[in-house]
């Protein structure tokens, strides 16, 4: 026996050397190529990546490799660098069956990328604070410079938005427990099948939580994908800008979404089938299901899924502009889904054989609209080699209460509305032109129809072993106002803000102080005096008075200094407990009057192609001459004595005189779709003439930086409008 233990010993200390021996432990550098299994030497390491998106820091190559980072963080900006300037891919991966795991990666414009790497798996890693654009729209104006486009990626081109993880050519991964936040975009995934996704937060991303692109057969379950959202100001306006908790784009089918949190985001579920759907009529995004989500507080569409085939069940879509848009689906079923408090609960135009069963709508403004145009358009590809006639619903077994109206129907054909509830609708059916053959039984149930149970479970997933209840908390901040946009993205509660909330016409700011635990006390002051507490605890109110009200320029800033639980920034930097930290609102806006001249232009005095015909341009009488309060095109549009201004092929010169307080670097930005140029004291400071090099939204932006003296300067804006997209919007402000 003595013996027998001996060799154990022996053998069980042999396993230990070799299995130590093969753990290998190494630091990070610069340029690595990972070729076998190892383990990160746990530390912080900041290796700037070039600006080429083709190179990484690292390079993860091979088969059945596992990487363990054991927490290391890796770097990629030098905190002076902002994330709209991080650029680089921080790890690559080659091969099969690699797995990377319990790394934190931050400050790339892409934290981890992969090709043709099939059984990949990402556990527990955290690519959060990546790349982000600087958003140019304001609290109280939209700017469509911001707005994004995920139609095409062919080639790539969703790159340009950056990614946490962005996977091309990957088939049958496992990706859980990642964390990415703060950031544009999460996980995106092009020409990718046969993954499951599960258990990852995926929340307060300024663009795409996950997206899709030619991706079919992946389980995407319970994850946390909330608050990916732009373009979004409660009050003001709510356009989403293409942001989406979940993208699927160009032929993506039978996938499964279920279980997930997808609130608060520009639209929750954003499909559409692509251009080649509708250039051929063939194909779409089909047979996917949406079971059991949270779609809720989208500003425009809960979920919308055009042009194709899919099952929708058992969500919760509310406080959502559109709760479900449907147009041109079909053969699509929307059964147990509860609709409350959407502007409209579905809408769909040209849809056909679509069933609207067993759902619940309540306080809808407008439960269900279907319609379709009097005339179809040939012209357009799509409907020459489709039928797309609005015809054959079925709606049966919903029930609808207090709502202000239930159904909206015109062009339609063959409608049965059949064992419905109605309960406390102020208005019950306006039927508009072109509908037939719609019947109308059975709607009269003392009581809600029962849910049949065994139908929708019969679409339910099985839930993963192990997975998370994704819902938000009852005591989390849910509802459209909580979606408050800063500079870089939405707002995730976790550092402190001091958030306007309104202005009274007397010049009386509101604001709100949230953020951690903590207290906080007045530093500052510009342009406003405080008239309620000057100190306090976080959550907050205060209340100030402008004392610029009437001013040509408005000038106002209010530094606060907060005090308590440690934080992370908003540009992810850790923040420790009791460290004070100066938080700000800043707002500095032109007031002056802008006197506005228009000229005709032709195609025979091009004045980008013929400078000297341009000149002569500026010399004649112009065609109309105004002055405005703010160079905005709506202020001009909107008045009758401009209504026969031409929307195109026009030239407008506007200035405006600033008298400036003192002297600094200031930052001139102007978003216009076409050319512009700016001048300041009769010297340039903005030249855009190369229409060629706007291709998309963000390149409408252009900003000139320039140190200016204290008193009187004189701005003149040139724009050239070959076509009627009016975009102008004009941005003057101190540099930060």
């Keep these: 026996m003595k013996y027998i233990s001996r060799i154990f010993a022996v053998t069980t200390l042999l396993s230990l050397f070799f299995a130590t021996a093969s753990a290998t432990v190494l630091s990070l550098t610069k340029g690595m190529h990972i070729t076998k299994s190892i383990t990160i030497k746990k530390g912080v390491y900041t290796l700037e990546a070039s600006s080429s998106l083709s190179t990484s820091v690292i390079v993860v190559e091979g088969n059945n490799i596992t990487v363990d980072f054991n927490g290391a963080e890796l770097r990629g900006n030098n905190n002076k660098e902002l994330p ?10 080659k091969g099969n069956h690699v797995t990377l795991k319990n790394a934190i990666i931050k400050g790339y414009k892409v934290a981890v990328m992969a090709r043709n790497s099939d059984v990949l798996v990402l556990d527990h890693n955290d690519f959060s604070y990546n790349f982000r654009q600087h958003l140019k729209s304001t609290r109280e104006r939209e700017d469509y410079s911001d707005w994004q486009s995920y139609h095409h990626n062919e080639n790539n081109e969703w790159l340009r938005f950056g990614a946490g993880i962005y996977l091309k050519n990957c088939n049958n991964a496992t990706i859980f427990n990642n964390t990415i936040t703060n950031g544009q975009c999460g996980l995106m995934m092009t020409s990718c099948n046969s993954a499951t996704i599960y258990n990852n937060n995926f ?9 899709f692109y030619r991706s079919s057969d992946n389980k995407v379950m319970h994850n946390k994908v909330d608050w990916n959202v732009r373009g979004m100001s409660e ?3 709510y356009r989403g800008q293409d942001s989406a908790g979940i993208l699927v784009f160009e032929q993506c089918n039978n996938n499964v979404f279920a279980y997930n949190s997808v609130t608060h985001s520009g639209d929750g579920f954003f499909m559409w089938p692509g251009k080649t759907t509708l250039d051929t009529g063939a194909g779409g995004c089909n047979d996917n299901l949406l079971y059991g989500n949270d779609f809720s507080y989208a500003p425009t569409n809960g979920v919308e899924v055009t042009f194709s085939r899919n099952n929708i069940i058992n ?17 699509t079923k929307i059964i147990g889904n509860n609709f409350a408090d959407n502007l409209e609960g579905i809408a769909i135009e040209h849809g056909q054989n679509n069933s609207i069963s067993q759902n619940r709508f309540q306080r809808e403004g407008l439960a269900i609209n279907l319609w379709a145009s009097a005339k179809i358009d040939t012209n357009f590809a799509y409907n020459k080699h489709r039928d797309v006639h609005s015809m054959n619903y079925q709606i049966t077994k919903n029930s609808f209460e207090h709502s202000k109206n239930v159904f909206s129907v015109r062009n339609t054909q063959h409608l049965n509305v059949t064992d419905n509830f109605f309960s406390e609708n102020e208005k019950l059916m306006n039927v508009g032109v072109g509908v037939e053959k719609m019947t109308f039984t059975n709607n009269d149930a003392s009581a809600a129809p029962t849910s049949d149970i065994a139908i929708i479970s019969s679409f339910a997933p099985k839930p993963m072993i192990g997975g998370i209840d994704a819902r938000l908390s009852k005591d989390f901040p849910q509802g459209r106002k909580w979606m408050m946009m800063t500079e870089w993205g939405p707002y995730n ?10 202005t009274d016409n007397d010049g009386k700011m509101y604001f709100d102080v949230m953020g951690p635990k903590g207290k906080w006390k007045l530093k500052n002051t510009k342009g406003v005096k405080i008239i309620s507490k000057n100190k306090g605890s976080i959550p907050a109110q205060i209340i100030v008075q402008k004392t610029d009200v009437g001013e040509p ?16 920034s908003e540009l992810g930097e850790m923040n420790a407990e009791d460290k004070p930290v100066v938080f700000s609102y800043k707002k500095f806006e032109l007031q002056t009057p802008w006197e506005l001249q228009w000229y005709k232009i032709d195609s025979t005095n091009d004045p980008i192609k013929q400078p000297e015909v341009y000149r002569k341009i500026l010399q004649q009488k112009p065609i109309k001459t105004g002055v405005f309060k703010e160079l905005q095109p709506g202020l001009w549009r909107n008045d009758k004595a401009y209504n026969e201004l031409p929307t195109d092929n026009l030239v407008d010169v506007a200035t405006t005189k600033i008298n400036l307080s003192y002297k600094g670097d200031y930052t001139i930005g102007i978003s216009v779709a076409y050319a512009v140029k700016i001048y300041v004291d009769d010297k340039i400071v903005i030249n855009v003439d190369d229409l060629s090099k706007l291709v998309n939204d963000a390149d409408y932006y252009h900003e000139a930086k320039i140190t200016l003296t204290k008193g009187i300067h004189i701005i003149r804006v040139e724009r050239v409008q070959y076509g009627n997209y009016d975009l102008l919007q004009f941005h003057f402000a101190p540099s930060s």
Excluded: R
């Design 553 to 568: 320029i408005t000038d106002i800033m209010i530094d606060l200094e907060y005090t308590g639980e440690k934080f992370i």
């Design 315 to 331: 969500n919760t879509i509310k406080g959502c502009w559109h709760g479900i848009w449907g147009g041109y689906s079909y053969d």
């Design 235 to 237: 009050g003001f306006y």
């Design 493 to 502: 509660f976790n550092y402190p803000i001091l958030w306007w909330t309104k």
């Design 203 to 211: 929340s307060f991303n300024s663009g795409i939580g996950i997206g």
């Design 84 to 93: 709209d300037e991080f650029k680089g891919v921080a790890i690559f991966i």
